[in-house]
DNA sequence: CGCAATGTTGATAACAATCAAGCTCGGTGG
DNA sequence: CCACCGAGCTTGATTGTTATCAACATTGCG
């Protein structure tokens, strides 16, 4: 069956009552503070490497969640850089406004990913972090990480290796958006959401999609029409099956031979 | 004038005499150790937030350099990860080779920047760089420098903010090959290569290109066709003056009014 | 029930790719 | 020294993919 995805709690993923800034009442309880010790992100997340010491140590840095309705902005751009944000629940864009208000997603971000690394060379936000539903993240002030760190050299090396992974994957989507079709496109970025989820603990080829097809097409370099042409044409040829944002991956196959091997 | 770019001593720019493999006599000889304390590029490369102290321990680390004649591989793709290098000089790109043979060139780098970034999170490099004309790079054992951040705040600081750098390249040269023309994307990357020369201390406005039409195409998302009728375009245009590969830019304004203020 | 947001599908147009021919400049060999 | 050769570049003609414009369907919500 199709599922709810990306959620660390019953958060209810059908669209909420209005556009911004208002959640359901079951979260809106306050909230006690972060423990990554008993966090079911454990696994994936920033402190991943740490021992169990070094863990409860990480978690009086880390004390601070944040609730972000749907819609609402984490973060601007041009915003100082104080903190990084580790998503806790829910899911983001990051988005780049020109001065013409034209807006491009540069990236989505699921539970256990890191927000705002981007920030740390220029201290100052370059783009938006908007949540695509009520989310909730948990805040990493920077300054005290970095001390932390250079006492816990897993620690360090764990902030090296999220940062690079970073650059990894960015240059994976620049390949993607450099040298494919739309086609091999819209097939790479249901293959990457499914490798998340899966990570997530998740079926990998059942989950729903978090954001529309404008937002889609729109971080994939494309306009909305082609991403809902394509998703019919997915259809057509088997290799998946949709209703509404729910997508059900039946041919994975197929959708990697598309990517054609990159 | 047009001019030599790119280069902290005085490799002759023009073609070398044959594809590979050899280097002009001049820069034949051995050479004594990497000494950033003495290096011009000390101002914009890695270790550019030690004070005196904290540069001679780290030239310790840094001892070795290592040529790399125009066209061959400084690593290559699956090759474990041990060592960051910095460009010293000449330039150097990195390709992504898909199964099929075909490549996709995922970046530039000029002296003073750091190539293997994206290697620390897997401990593989996932692309080949190559030297686009004979190179020198300082060799930085990735584990020592470790080590020696941990000790040295600066250091640490310094890392992050070079590993943040370049997600930050990265998101905006997404936004480039997701959201322009091929017209803007054309003058953004003669823009970045202005202000890279410029940083490098050398004209803004009159450089040669270190690279063909058909990198230049295939790192934007396009054509060689479409890049030379561009540059023909611009010429037309009156946006900038070329000469084979030297690029002089008339009308810098002309050309950041077709990008369009992202 | 009707409205607004989202999604689907069709017709047409534009931009850039592809195919193709020729040019320029260096390097090489007769 | 000159002619040839090839890599890199330019320009033209044509094609194709994807954007744009437009109409309509669906869903959820007030």
Not at 100 to 115: A, N, R, S, V
Request: aromatic share 8%; charged share 20%.
């Amino acid at each position: 069956m199709l599922q709810s995805i990306g959620l660390t709690q019953p958060i209810p993923i059908r669209r909420a009552p209005s556009r911004e800034n208002r959640f359901p009442r079951l979260v809106a309880a306050s909230r006690p503070t972060a423990a990554c010790a008993s966090c079911c992100l454990q696994a994936v997340c920033l402190p991943c490497g740490l021992g169990s010491t070094d863990l409860d140590r990480f978690d009086e840095i880390a004390t601070q969640r944040r609730k972000v309705a749907r819609g609402a902005s984490l973060y601007r751009g041009g915003d100082a850089f104080d903190t990084l944000y580790a998503v806790r629940s829910g899911a983001f864009k990051s988005i780049g406004v020109s001065r013409h208000g034209d807006q491009k997603i540069t990236g989505f971000y699921y539970p256990g990913e890191i927000l705002g690394l981007d920030a740390i060379s220029s201290g100052r936000h370059g783009y938006n972090a908007v949540a695509l539903e009520d989310s909730e993240v948990c805040v990493i002030p920077f300054a005290q990480l970095e001390r932390m760190a250079l006492t816990v050299p897993a620690l360090q090396h764990q902030l090296f290796k999220v940062l690079s992974g970073d650059i990894s994957r960015d240059q994976g989507l620049m390949l993607l958006l450099g040298s494919m079709t739309a086609e091999q496109r819209l097939a790479a970025f249901l293959l990457s959401l499914s490798r998340r989820y899966q990570r997530l603990g998740f079926a990998a080829s059942s989950f729903v999609l978090r954001m529309t097809r404008e937002e889609i097409g729109n971080y994939l370099g494309l306009t909305l029409e082609t991403v809902s042409r394509l998703l019919s044409r997915f259809r057509r040829q088997g290799l998946i099956a949709t209703r509404q944002r729910e997508i059900d991956l039946k041919d994975v196959a197929g959708l990697m031979e598309m990517v054609g091997h990159w």
